[in-house]
């Protein structure tokens, strides 16, 4: 099983789980945002060339994630 990662810009307050080891480069096939109304927030989700989620980023990451899933010193 994978480990989830995030890496996190504070300064953006934008985060980036990753459901997967690596994405490499062009790994990345779809981008479909989520409705920012229905969550408050806006999040993307990022799809494979086989439409698995492989990653999402998170923005206003602090008011949307709980805080101890966001790394301290990145």
Do not use: F, H, W
């Amino acid at each position: 099983m994978t480990a989830l990662r995030i890496k996190y810009d504070r300064e953006a307050d934008a985060a980036y789980v990753y459901l997967c080891e690596e994405i490499p480069a062009g790994g990345v096939a779809q981008t479909v945002p989520v409705d920012p109304k229905a969550i408050g927030g806006m999040v993307n989700l990022d799809l494979d060339d086989g439409g698995r989620i492989i990653g999402l980023e998170v923005l206003d990451a602090s008011e949307l994630l709980r805080p101890e899933l966001l790394p301290a010193d990145d």
